[in-house]
């Protein structure tokens, strides 16, 4: 699956690229200047039908001149749906990863303890707000905000992965990258000095 990257809007003071389904962008397709955010109108889905690891990848286009660093920090702003196996969740510990480029820039951890306690915990380590965690009992959305990494960056076509990694029990069917989550571009990182 991938997307090919639309009309610029003005949108909360920052252009953005909407994104709808289609071919993948080439190199040439990426908008060069003014395009700071692309948002993914569609989902990203992946179904995780037992124990192993299941993924979904898509692609996005940057300007043809996209490096990490110098004031150019990529980053992701997802909103991520996940669904627990069964009611109760069998004991286990799943996670759901991002990359970009082959390289990790989500890891949100999710674990039951099975037997008669009915919760999922989830925890994850973010560059904005650090730490967070909650719990659900079927489903939840989960917020996660990242850089990516040195290498998870290139000029032209980039590849996004979804990925349920479940080695230690059965605790998610699925996770979805939902519509409104965005590769972000800004010019100096979270917690730097200008």
Known sequence: MS???G?????AGCLAVIAALGPAC??????TTSGRVFVFESELPVAAPGIGRSAASATFA???HATQGDGEW????????????VWPPPAGVNYVTLATNGLTA????FAAPGGDR???????????????????ASSTLVRFRNIL??????????????RIEQDLGHVLTSARILAGSAVTLQETLPGRDQ
């Not at 009309?7 to 949108?11: D, K, N, V, Y």
């Not at 080439?26 to 908008?31: E, F, L, N, Q, R």
């Not at 009915?118 to 659900?136: E, K, Y």
Request: without cysteine.
């Open 62 to 64: 940057l300007p043809d």
């Open 118 to 136: 009915n919760l999922v915990t989830w925890r994850a380590n973010d560059m904005f707000p650090g730490a967070s965690h909650g719990l659900f």
């Open 3 to 5: 997307w090919r990257f």
């Open 7 to 11: 009309a610029l809007t003005r949108a």
């Open 149 to 162: 990494r040195l290498g998870g960056v290139k000029g032209g076509a980039n590849e996004i992965t979804l």
């Open 74 to 85: 990529y980053g992701v702003d997802l909103i991520i749906a996940v669904t627990a196996a």
């Open 26 to 31: 080439s190199a040439g397709d990426a908008p």
């Open 106 to 109: 989500a890891q949100i951890e």
